[in-house]
């Protein structure tokens, strides 16, 4: 995964008010450590679904 592009990418939907899909945060391997500390998933289908829909 190219982490730049990602950030570069990120940077122009907000530039232009738009917010991702949630997607990448599915497939993001940014933020493995959480695996260490938190509970379940993070980042869940219905919380996908969500986002898409109406954004964060």
Not at 44 to 55: D, F
Request: with cysteine; glycine share 10%; aromatic share 8%.
């Amino acid at each position: 995964m190219d982490k730049s592009a990602c950030t570069k990418y990120h940077i122009l939907l907000q530039e232009q008010k738009h917010w991702p899909c949630g997607v990448c945060l599915n497939v993001c391997p940014v933020g493995e450590d959480r695996k260490a500390y938190a509970e379940g998933k993070q980042v869940t289908e219905e919380g996908v679904r969500h986002c898409g829909i109406y954004g964060s």
